[in-house]
């Protein structure tokens, strides 16, 4: 599809009954695409290791970084070729994290997106590995992917943005934090700056990959923006929070009650079921609020930020 066709398809959408249902199906599909065509094939040397990334990246999952990647380029008038790589890299960081969460020496867990998980499906070496292959890939692909149509300190700017995202300051830092706080009692600002950095700082970053992209940036509409990513961010590990309690394994394609199990503080035990689901909604509204600078382009954001606190998993 060409970009300006490709353009107004997705304005006609954003106005459409059905905009959200079909822009996430449209968009999923696309993120696979880009994915599939940026993973090494699973004939590749090392061909166990290819296997095991491809595996475990496609074919699965909701996509909400890559849509988030997608819906912000919209928002910001970019035409989405140029955000395939952005998506595919945020996917390709998120997946390594579940695929490392998921190891016996953290939350030791069997299924991940209704499959075995990748150690299970594999063995831990390769489910390492495979992380550690994915991870690599991502900035690989900032760095050099030729369909972004960016200058080279734009390039730079997503590497920072995905590195402070998924580093030490962000995701595996939150991880850290929530490994340590197992069996101990956080109060509610130390459990938001564990999910600020653990699921919060990847969602910022899916919004301020695309902004980055942008030929132009318009800094107030990106400090906008960027506040709509962190109301989503914690909007969605409330959300996250509640299902755990109330949603099944299978509805899940993960195994529920794991917090409670492993007796991890989280948002119903802080605030009670009625309390974590009205922050989730205080969340949603703070998320629109940051969006009135922008018009009917930015409506698939909002009704992103409604998804995720509507979502069955
Ligand atoms: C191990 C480096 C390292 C980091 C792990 C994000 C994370 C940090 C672990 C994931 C474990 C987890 C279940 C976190 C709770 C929130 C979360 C990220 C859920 C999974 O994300 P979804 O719902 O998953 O977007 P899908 O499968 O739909 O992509």
Redesign the pocket.
Known sequence: MGNLVEYHWNQALMTSDKSLKEFMAVSQARAEEALDARLPGETRMPERLHQAMRYSALG?????RPLLTYATGIALDIPLEALDGPASAVEMI?V???I??DLPA??DDSL??GKPTCHIAFDEATAILAGDGLQALAFHVLATDPTMKVSADQRMAMVECLATASGSYG??G??AIDLHSVGKQLDLPALENMHIR??GA?IRASVRLAAIAQPAGNDPLIEQLDHYAQCIGLSF?IK?DILDEESDTQTL??TQGKDRDNNKPNYPTLLGMAGAKEKAQDMHEAALDSLKAFGPEADLLRQLSQFIIDRK?
């Not at 699965?60 to 909400?64: D, S």
């Open positions: 699965g999952g909701k996509r909400l998120h390594y994290s579940l490392h969460d953290m939350d991940r997106r995701m595996v939150g991880q653990k699921t990847l590990q996250d394609g993960k998993n």
